[in-house]
């Protein structure tokens, strides 16, 4: 095992080996070997139903692979639901971002975990503070921390959602399709949080179908295609052409 | 003299409503700063503002209205429904409902009321009554989370459940006599502390009780986030199953506690008592603006909704109005509450 680990230059923070899902007859997920190298932005392309939710719904423990085993720094682990993928610091955004829309940011934030005081109350003080740390780290303001996120706008919603991942310090972030509902702006902007997130150590995984937004920002692509693996490539060496043609013929293209 | 009735029962409200942070729309809010505009937007402060228009206009034309003793005995008639409001309110926020607070009210009167009559020692009857209530409301909690039922039907299940125990225990006929703790038992209802009766001094202890619990509590922050979004809480690891279980089992024990005064009050233990209460309970949860989608709402708005309803229905009374027509002004009054409630929204979120 360290002899495996010794062959690539950046070790993998996550290797999933042979994982295949079937939900009934249908398979989701085909006998797929997915790896996540320490420090980089790894995108993950795919038409509909290609099985990159599902793929990283396994990952978080919200699914169990009907096959399969996954490793963390080199280690094989069972993550059999949410709370071990947070234990081992792996932490997800959702699309939908699962924000109570009635609550304000703090309480958003710290989701579940308000601090207390005094043992029976939550200290509303000390969760503001927590707030505004874990968004200064992020570099963002937002005007009023009371207000509902219901009446936040979208990119900053997402931000609030980026927050509360953060607020758990992990090691591996998993972002689905965060750029789906935003504004090119707004994605922009949650696409840098990403990379300054990277330097900091972080190892992402970026689910997306919009190809051209994370060509900037993604160190390597990784495509699926009706369920299986069908190439991953550094960024800095194809097109756009390339990847596309891979999600849409599961085949490199030819160069010339 | 009724001038200062009138000062002691707006000053009531008006503490409660203090006390009630100047959130928005009422949903949580950590800065208790109070910000003039924050607190004029907020339904609380609609539904206060009406209360006041209508405690003015009722006394102009029945000035007997504002004598004290009728302040205090509208206060005393609706701080069972506010009381249990309170219970009913933790429910509604986490977006459930419960329809069986009326039946229980009855029920835990007459278990504790049937215990005295046997011989048992008074806190032991009361403990009984009120444990009995909050098992009530458990499985309602357990039959809403673990099988997945809605609400409405472990509710009312239950509803039938506890008026038909109590009708079985008392065998139809009330309750009247309550043991050897009879005189202690009656004058827990029906007796004054410095003036004011028993049942209004409960009626405002709960609803302290209940707005600490709500708004300063990480269960109270756990109900309205549920009742905001269940499966973000359920992502994030807040044991949501546990905490609805626990909102039905304290709207139990509550609407018990509620009961077992009111029998105490009346000195009755029938299953007639809270029977159908839980419809007036809800509407004054619903007209103090607690939204039924869940998430939204405070129990200071709960008392309002109770205080307009108790002094519209004593003022028909005052005014000679024929009591037949109470429903249907009560029931304009929820319909309208919700609808300003709506507009309110509206108007707010376009700008």
Known sequence: ?256 | MERKGDYNLNNDLTEAEDLEDSSGTGGLNESYRFTLSQFVRSYEFGITLAFGILFTLIGVLEPRFWRISNLLRVARSFSFIAATGVGEALVIITGGIDLSVGSLMGFAGILTGWLLYNGMNIWLAILIGLLAGAMAGLLSGILVTKANMPPLIPTLGMLSIAYSAGLFITQGMPITSFGKSEDLFISLGSGFIFGIPNPVIYMLCMVVVGWIFLRKTPLGYALYAIGGNEEACALTGINVDRVKMFAYAASGFIASMSGILLTSRLSVGDASNGRGSELDVIAAVVIGGVSLAGGRGSVAGVLVGAAIMGVIRNAMVLLGISSFLQGIVIGFIIIFAVLLDRIRRWLTSSD
């Open chain 1, 1 to 256: 095992m360290t002899s495996e680990v010794k062959e690539t230059s950046t070790p993998p923070i996550i290797k999933m080996v042979g994982i295949t899902k079937k939900f009934g007859g249908l398979t989701a997920v085909d006998d797929v070997d997915f790896e996540l190298r320490e420090g980089e932005i790894l995108g993950l392309v795919g038409d509909n139903a290609a099985g990159k939710s599902t793929l990283m719904k396994i990952l978080i423990g919200a699914y169990e692979a009907t096959k399969g085993q996954i490793y963390y720094r080199g280690k094989p682990v069972r993550i059999e639901d949410p709370h071990d993928a947070h234990e081992l610091g792996i932490e997800i955004i959702y699309q939908n971002l699962a924000l109570c829309d009635n609550l304000g940011v703090p309480e958003n934030v710290l989701l579940g975990r308000w601090p207390r005081k005094w043992g029976l109350f939550v200290d509303s003080a000390s969760m503001k503070n927590k707030t505004h740390s874990v968004l200064d780290r992020m570099g963002i303001e937002i005007q009023s921390l009371d207000q509902e996120v219901a009446t936040l706008s979208g990119g900053k919603r997402q931000t609030v959602a980026v927050a509360r991942a953060i607020s758990f310090d992990p090691d591996v972030l998993i972002m689905d399709e965060p750029t789906a509902n935003l504004s090119p702006e707004a994605s922009s902007h949650v696409l840098s949080l990403a990379e300054s997130l990277r330097e900091e150590g972080v190892s992402i995984v970026i689910i997306t179908h919009r190809l051209s937004e994370i060509f900037g920002v993604t160190d390597r692509i990784s495509v699926l295609r009706r369920g299986k693996l069908v190439g991953t490539v550094n960024t800095s060496e194809v097109t756009e052409d390339d990847v596309l043609e891979l999600i849409i013929s599961g085949k490199r293209r030819d160069r010339d």
